[in-house]
């Protein structure tokens, strides 16, 4: 048996790169790995995980360059922008629903 231990990938303290967005179309959401294409987070942050998600199922995209690239990523970041703020919108009108219940009933 080793008694060599296992890594860890918290220990390996990777950071997001911001060139992996113009690479990979990759954000960083919540300390992970972001897909602004598929809306998908992996694992683990790290450029071996990313360049194999983007090569298998995002093939469409490594001919884009330049100029071309960036309103792409730019369109991907205000859908995501809009999604959320959507989610967000409804979220907080639940809470003002409730709040307004609760101050009615007493």
Known sequence: M??????????ERTV???????????????????????????A???KENLKPHYKTNHPEFKNLDGELRKMKIEEFFKTLYMQQSVMTSFCIT??????????YRN
């Open 2 to 11: 080793s008694s060599a231990k296992k890594r860890k990938t918290v220990d």
């Open 16 to 42: 997001f790169q911001k060139e992996w967005t113009d690479m990979f179309f990759f954000i960083e959401e919540r300390g992970q790995p972001f897909c602004l294409k598929c809306k998908r987070s992996l």
């Open 44 to 46: 683990v942050m790290k």
């Open 94 to 103: 639940n809470d003002d629903v409730l709040t307004l219940e609760l101050k």
